[in-house]
């Protein structure tokens, strides 16, 4: 099992950024694809990024897709969300999730999620 724990989120201006961080604990973390996904208010879940468990391979919804880089670094557990150019529309709650099977992450379906950290871009 991985517990996660996500961070750095806030409030910022358009055009701003922000640095999510997603803390896992266990020494298996590094063997686990981890997955970001964003839930703004009155809206279902959506998928925002993956990386691989050797971060040799990334994926982005289309709406992120060269404003947002995902990145791990094993040795502390730690995978981060760069957040650049931020849009009002980036407002919701950031999820990490996690699982051994990284089609599972991207679909959603895992079992282990973070507490999520909220994310506000004003206008």
């Known amino acids: 099992q991985v517990q996660l724990v996500e961070s750095g989120g806030g409030l910022v201006q358009a055009g701003g950024s922000l640095r999510l961080s997603c803390a896992g604990s266990?020494?298996?973390?590094?063997?686990?694809?981890i997955g970001w996904f964003r839930q703004a208010p009155g809206k279902e879940r959506e998928f925002v990024s993956a990386i691989t468990w050797s971060g040799s391979t990334t994926y982005y919804a289309d709406s992120v897709r060269g404003r947002f880089t995902i990145s791990r670094d094993n040795a502390k557990n730690t995978v981060y969300l760069q957040m650049n150019n931020l849009k009002p529309e980036d407002t919701a709650v950031y999820y990490c999730a996690a699982d051994l099977n990284g089609r599972t992450v991207v679909a959603g379906t895992t079992d282990y999620w973070g507490q999520g950290t909220q994310v506000t871009v004003s206008s």
């Open positions: 266990g020494r298996t973390f590094s063997r686990y694809a």
